[in-house]
């Protein structure tokens, strides 16, 4: 236990409530093109209509790659970091007809919140590891120091050629993986399976909402023993899934959890 973070707590507050508070995904200027282009994205963060541009810059970027039915593409010469007249960007190279996967991948940033706080964040997101080791070792009345980071995939289709590649995971950490491809639905029906270190995740929370009609109710379900879950989609347009999880760090000094964020977003058309 790290009793000697109570000081330091309400000094990264305000920072780790923004961090925390919000969801990030990317954001293509279009999910569907009718020939072969090149596709812009943007990476957004934010809730409903309180989005604005993820502070884009290089020591954040892991990697940002296309995943195609013919292979991987690396999209790191493309990007271009946030500035106070850019929103942070980054691009494609041509897109063959077939469906394409963007993937991103961020760096570990360091998020402290008090104790209260830490403690409901930590059951809204339904983090049920973290919160039994805080119960276990007695860490529920102090502060909550974790590491962080983001994954996030988004769906492309160009012309009229389905592939199903949306349907392989790419290797992040934490990933939604769709199991029926978000662009051939059968009764409006989706599901996914959730994936942590490669291996299916049971009792996840994972929500689905619109990217676009902020009155639109997020549907949330839980995983279950093989990671899966299902989702009715009933609001045309960008749609986000999100999900999150985090583990007890045991010998670690840097921080007491390890947190994962994912998301995945497409757009769905009836």
């Known amino acids: 236990m790290k ?3 109570q000081g330091s707590a309400a000094l990264l507050l305000i920072a780790s409530l923004g961090a925390q508070a919000h969801d990030f995904w990317l954001e293509p200027t279009l999910y569907f093109a009718k020939a072969p282009s090149s596709i812009a994205l943007q990476f957004k963060v934010g809730h409903k209509e309180d989005t604005s541009h993820w502070n884009l810059t ?10 195609s039915s013919d292979g ?9 970091p946030k500035t106070a007249l850019l929103p942070g960007l ?7 007809p077939g469906t394409h996967v963007i993937g991103f991948e961020s760096y570990h940033a360091t998020s402290v919140l008090g104790a209260e706080k ?6 809204d997101e339904g ?3 973290i919160l039994a080791y805080r119960a276990s070792t007695g860490q529920n009345d102090i502060a909550g120091e974790e590491l962080y980071s983001r994954k996030a995939k988004t769906i492309v289709q160009v012309g009229d050629t389905i592939t199903d590649n949306a349907l392989k995971p790419i290797g992040h950490t934490l990933e939604i993986v769709p199991l029926n491809h978000p662009y051939k639905l059968v009764d409006n029906t989706l599901s996914v399976q959730v994936l942590f270190k490669g291996k299916p995740l049971s009792n ?6 619109s990217l676009v009609d902020y009155n639109a109710k997020a549907q949330v379900v839980m995983t279950d023993k093989e990671g899966k879950a299902i989702f009715k989609l009933d609001t045309q347009g960008p749609m986000m899934l999100n999900t999150v999880w985090g583990v007890p760090l045991t010998n670690s000094n840097s921080a007491d959890f390890e947190t994962y964020f994912s998301s995945l977003t497409f757009e769905y058309r009836q």
Do not use: C, P
Request: charged letters at 20%; proline letters at 0%.
């Open 118 to 123: 830490f403690n409901q964040y930590a059951k």
């Open 72 to 80: 991987v593409t690396d999209m790191g010469s493309s990007i271009v």
């Open 90 to 96: 980054a691009k494609t190279a041509e897109l063959a």
């Open 127 to 129: 983090l049920t590891e």
């Open 204 to 209: 996840a929370l994972i929500d689905a909402m």
């Open 58 to 67: 290089w020591n954040k970027i892991v990697a940002l790659r296309t995943y």
């Open 3 to 5: 009793l000697h973070r």
